[in-house]
């Protein structure tokens, strides 16, 4: 069984920075893929950034060049390093494991993932 556990999300204000982190349990496989999702209210879960074999990248137009994403290994821990957070960033975070699709490139279709963590709230405020 893999267990997904987020920390770090907070309130901050427009412009500020968070670092999130999710710990995996019973998952080592450091050459599958894992991402980053949220959730605002009344909207549709979408991916914010994907990580994959080799440790390829791949980020929502949304996000890309203010959030990156990378994984240590030796301590089986997912990263996302938000920065020039806008209030439209505000949502629950999830972290999400693929463990079927061996080094493969990044994904933020949910659908391929089939783990997730309960997720950890970022508020930004203008």
């Known amino acids: 069984q893999v267990y997904l556990v987020e920390s770090g999300g907070g309130s901050v204000q427009s412009g500020g920075s968070l670092r999130l982190s999710c710990v995996a349990s019973?998952?080592?496989?450091?050459?599958?893929?894992m991402g980053w999702f949220r959730q605002a209210p009344g909207k549709e879960r979408e991916g914010v950034a994907g990580?994959?074999?080799?440790?390829?990248?791949l980020y929502a137009e949304s996000v890309k060049g203010r959030f990156t994403i990378s994984r240590d290994n030796a301590k089986n821990t997912l990263y996302l390093q938000m920065d020039n957070l806008k209030p439209e960033d505000t949502a629950m975070y999830y972290c999400?494991?693929?463990?079927?699709?061996?080094?493969?490139?990044?994904?933020?279709?949910?659908?391929?993932?089939?783990?997730w963590g309960q997720g950890t709230q970022v508020t930004v405020s203008s």
């Open positions: 990580i994959g074999g080799g440790d390829a990248t």
């Open positions: 019973g998952y080592t496989r450091d050459a599958y893929g």
């Open positions: 999400a494991a693929d463990s079927t699709r061996y080094n493969a490139a990044p994904s933020l279709w949910s659908a391929e993932y089939n783990y």
